[in-house]
């Protein structure tokens, strides 16, 4: 079951063959993590959304506040019983033309799956990265929104199972280190936290936001955004990857390279507190 346009229905009828976002990646989304029947971070993820609806010249309904978006994740979710899920809110332009859109409006489309944990947990598991040089990431605005075209990420995740990794680190096209597939990248070098900055091409994640306030209060820690290349994975002390669903994820090996993991989990712990 989904909520299209406020209507609860079955999913396999809800999307039209038509569908701009199937036919040209003409959507963006949002992810959002439900705990304990609250959503975590809603205004952010609001403002995130309404700006990159703007910046893809989508018209903004006025129906669209961050009260209706809640209110409408909560109608779903309430539904299926459940209070903590990932959810994703897909907005879509709506079908007609080619390239050029006929019409500016939109619709949406929600979306939940269930979670185990209410909380962010360290995962003490082995996480093995290496880099993704196939294809690059680009130094522009379009790579700091969350829209439908993720192909960089799906072909990368590819390449990471046909590996044995865990996940892959991606580069733009100065070969700087970027990000992770799924989340923003942060390293740790002594008392330095570096995470790139957006001008590098890496999403405007949500979770980054919150670890780099979160980061700033922790003891003896200087927080930069600055380029990260690939020789300085091998001088990193840490290295750990964010995202709304998992919080922060310790990177445990970057080729013959072992990290430690105690910033991590310091901040893991910081931002349960937090929420």
């Avoid at 976002?21 to 609250?38: I, M, Q, W």
């Avoid at 619709?107 to 690059?136: C, G, M, R, W």
């Avoid at 070098?189 to 306030?213: A, D, H």
Wanted: with cysteine; charged share 20%; glycine share 4%.
């Amino acid at each position: 079951m989904i909520n299209f346009n406020g209507t609860l229905c079955n999913e396999s009828t809800a999307i039209p063959s038509l569908n701009r976002g199937f036919l040209y990646g003409d959507a963006v989304f949002e992810t959002l993590k439900l705990s304990r029947g609250n959503i975590l971070f809603l205004e952010d993820h609001y403002f995130r959304l309404m700006a990159s609806m703007r910046i893809l010249r989508m018209k903004i309904p006025a129906y669209l506040t961050m009260e209706f978006m809640e209110a409408e994740i909560l109608k779903l979710a309430q539904q299926l019983s459940l209070e903590h899920a990932r959810v994703r809110w897909t907005v879509f332009r709506n079908e007609g033309g080619y390239y050029l859109p006929k019409d500016r409006t939109i619709s949406y489309t929600i979306q939940v799956n269930p979670l185990e944990q209410a909380t962010y947990v360290f995962n003490q598991a082995v996480h093995e990265v290496d880099l993704y040089k196939d294809f690059f990431v680009s130094k522009q605005l379009l790579s700091n929104i969350k829209t439908t075209n993720r192909i960089i990420q799906v072909i990368g995740s590819i390449y990471a199972e046909e590996n044995g990794l865990q996940n892959a680190l991606v580069l733009n096209e100065d070969k700087h280190v970027v990000e992770a597939l799924n989340g923003n990248l942060f390293i740790r070098m002594g008392n330095t936290l570096i995470t790139p900055p957006l001008s590098e091409g890496c999403l405007n994640g949500i979770m980054r936001k919150q670890v780099l306030k979160l980061a700033e209060k922790q003891e003896h820690i200087e927080v930069q955004e600055a380029i990260i290349s690939p020789f300085d994975l091998q001088k990193a002390d840490e290295l750990f990857i964010t995202n709304v669903i998992v919080g922060v994820q310790s990177v445990t090996k970057y080729r013959k390279k072992d990290f430690q993991t105690t910033l991590a989990q310091h901040i893991i712990a910081a931002l349960n507190e937090s929420i």
